[in-house]
Structures are given as structure tokens and as C-alpha cells.
């Protein structure tokens, strides 16, 4: 059964809230996330490639082997059903996702090979594989405690396969949302707890700390990563309002949703997503999920995503905005309370100044 839409989320509508001390570990030293919610599919076959490129925004036929490629995957009607990183290991790939369950991803990935005739292996490795985040400006230097110089000079979405950590046999990449130097740890579930207390116990020089979903989602929100549990849930859609990183290839042959995509295309958008910054007290911002914004009393637009930046001292919010409005420096209401349009991403991240082969945590 192919997938119309995102699994609905219960607290969409509820303001991003972190603990500093663990956003703190993310911009400034170094911390761990569990991701281990996030579907892993393994597609193999002759036709593994036709099927991810047909089920992908992005054009995943221009994905070199041990490279990744983030995307964003459509239903029929061109709501995104799934944010997804694809990655080529060369005679297979793996599927990472996330907002939908694993057993309807799956079904809607068996759905669309049957539909097109494709002839591929899924496999649902969710249960039996982890993956560990390891975020921070000196991510990098934790881990080459473990791997050596090599970490630090692969590029943002690179596969390093079949790397070792303590004996720990797993995929090292470059990925992840949170702005900083960022890596996926790929390994066997059942290595999964030792792997982490291994990096816990080697990064208690860093001051490390383990850090929740929510801590990333805020600095996901600040390095404008779309959050599919929040913006999509609001505008499932439209693709192309996110206004985010994921690229539309004009030279890509039909995939799932083209139809809706292109249709908006040639209409125009009416909407787009920008960021906002809110002139309001930290403790207590006046301003909800959901809210309207307004422009000289007319309603142009409606808030998606909130949260205080800690970088910022000051709350951040996401709007779908009406085009005409949808530029940088205005001024608008949400309620009583103030608020101006900014580019985003909203911060300058720690990492962008951090040299690796000059400087290190202990400086």
C-alpha cells in the first residue's frame, strides 16, 4: 500500500523546549544521540537504484558509491511522506528515515516495486542495526582518538565502510542536522550498547553528554533543517514551500509526486517557509504553534515552528509566510508581539571556525 501522508505527530503544535546544559554540548564540546527510531531499510536487486531514484526528490542515479544523498520522499499527491538519507555501498543501499514507521515504509517501498515491476530485496534491518549520532565542534576529534587523522578530512555525506571502533566493526559517515562537525556510527544492534559506553567513556574528556531528540530538533531549527515532525505536519502539501536544502533536478525522469510538483511550479507557490525572530521576554513569549502572522492587521501567514536559541538569547520561530511577504528584514505581528523576518540558517555555527589540524578542545 503506497503511503499518502506522514505518521500524524500528537505534539506537532508544541514550542521546541531543550535543556541548555545538553544544546550546550552540541554547539560547544561534544554529545551522542540515539537514533535508533529512524527506519533502515537494505534495497538490493537490479533494480534497487530505479526504484530509490522513483520513490526520491532528489536524483539518487547522481550518488556516488560510499556517498549519501538527503531527500525528501513524496506520496502520489506530492505530500512528503518521509525526510530520507539514501546511501550507496556499492551493491546495495541503505534507506534511513524518518516521520513515517518502519513496517509502512517498508510496505510503501514494496508497494512501489510491485507498481513499477522493479526486481529488489527490502530489507527491514530497523530492529537489528543501530545508529548512534556523534555532534559537536570536536565531534571530529573524539573520534579520531579512535580512527585516526582520516575523519577529519571526509566531506559532509561521505561513507567511510567497514570502519573499527574497539574491535566494533560498523559504517562511519559524515551526517547529521545540527550544523556542528557531525557523524552517523552504523553498527550491529547488538554492539549498539557497548559502542556507546566506549564513546562515553572516551569522551568524558570533552565533557561529553548524551542529548535528546529534542536538543537536535532545536538545532536543527537553527541551521533551517526542515523538521518533518513539525513543518511537515502543517503543510504536507507542498513540498516546495519548505524552502529548505533538498534540490529538485530539472533533468530527473518521473518519480512519485512529479505531477503535484510540477503543478506548482507552473502556478507558483503561495507560501514559503522563513525564519522569524521574536521581540518577546525569554520566559514568556506570548506566542503559540499555530498562531497567525499579520501585517498591518491582515493575516499573511501562520507560525510552524518555535523555540528559544540559546546562541540567540531569543525565541526563533518558522512561518508559512504569503510570496509577497516572504522577504528578509520585514517587520510583522504574531498577537501582541513583534517580529522580523531574518535569513537563516539563524546562527553562525562553532564548527565553521574550528580549525582541525590546528586546534583541539584542550587549547
Same mark, same amino acid.
Given at each position: 500500500m503506497l503511503l499518502s501522508s506522514l505518521d500524524k505527530v500528537e505534539n506537532c503544535n508544541q514550542i521546541l523546549l531543550c535543556d541548555e546544559e545538553e &544544546? /550546550?554540548?552540541v554547539r560547544e564540546r561534544v554529545a551522542l544521540i540515539n537514533y535508533n527510531s529512524y527506519t533502515k531499510l537494505k534495497i538490493s536487486g537490479g533494480d534497487a537504484l530505479d526504484l530509490l531514484n522513483y520513490c526520491n526528490l532528489a536524483?539518487?542515479? @547522481?550518488?556516488?558509491?560510499n556517498q549519501m544523498m538527503s531527500s525528501f520522499m513524496l506520496s502520489e499527491e506530492g505530500a512528503v511522506i518521509c525526510d530520507a538519507t539514501v546511501a550507496n555501498f556499492g551493491d546495495y543501499f541503505y534507506l534511513f528515515g524518518e516521520g513515517v514507521a518502519c513496517d509502512k515504509l517498508s510496505q510503501h517501498m514494496?508497494?512501489?516495486?510491485? @507498481? @513499477?515491476? &522493479?526486481?529488489?530485496s527490502i530489507e527491514d534491518h530497523t530492529q537489528l542495526e543501530g545508529l548512534i549520532g556523534v555532534d559537536g565542534p570536536y565531534a571530529w576529534e573524539l573520534l579520531k582518538e579512535f580512527v585516526g587523522m582520516a575523519v577529519i578530512g571526509m566531506r559532509y555525506l561521505e561513507i567511510a565502510p567497514d570502519t573499527e571502533i574497539d574491535g566494533i566493526s560498523l559504517n562511519l559517515c559524515r551526517a547529521g542536522?545540527? =550544523?556542528?562537525?557531525? &557523524? #552517523?556510527l552504523h553498527c550491529d544492534m547488538e554492539q549498539f550498547k557497548r559502542l556507546w559506553q566506549t564513546l562515553m567513556d572516551k569522551g568524558e574528556r570533552f565533557d561529553i553528554r548524551e542529548v535528546s531528540q529534542?536538543?537536535?530538533d532545536v538545532c536543527k531549527m537553527e541551521n533551517r533543517f526542515t523538521n518533518v515532525r513539525r513543518e511537515a505536519q502543517w503543510n504536507n502539501a507542498?513540498?516546495?514551500?519548505?524552502?529548505? /536544502?533538498v534540490m529538485r533536478s530539472l533533468e530527473k525522469e518521473d518519480y512519485l509526486g512529479r505531477s503535484m510538483v510540477d503543478e506548482v511550479i507552473a502556478s507558483g507557490l503561495e507560501q514559503r517557509t522563513i525564519g522569524l525572530v521574536l521581540e518577546a521576554d525569554p520566559r514568556d513569549h506570548g506566542v503559540a504553534i499555530g498562531d497567525s502572522v499579520t501585517a498591518a492587521g491582515e493575516t499573511i501567514g501562520q507560525v510552524v515552528n518555535l523555540a528559544y536559541s540559546y546562541t540567540l538569547n531569543q #525565541?526563533?520561530?518558522?512561518?508559512?509566510?504569503n510570496t509577497e511577504y516572504a522577504y528578509v528584514g520585514l517587520d510583522f505581528e504574531i498577537g501582541?508581539? =513583534?517580529a522580523t523576518t531574518v535569513s537563516c540558517p539563524f546562527i553562525m555555527n562553532k564548527s565553521l571556525t574550528v580549525r582541525p589540524q590546528e586546534e583541539s578542545y584542550f587549547d
Open positions: &544544546y /550546550r554540548a536524483d539518487i542515479e @547522481q550518488l556516488p558509491v514494496k508497494a512501489c516495486a510491485d @507498481q @513499477q515491476n &522493479y526486481e529488489v542536522k545540527s =550544523g556542528e562537525f557531525s &557523524y #552517523w529534542e536538543t537536535i507542498n513540498v516546495l514551500s519548505f524552502n529548505t /536544502r #525565541w526563533m520561530a518558522l512561518a508559512f509566510i501582541d508581539v =513583534g
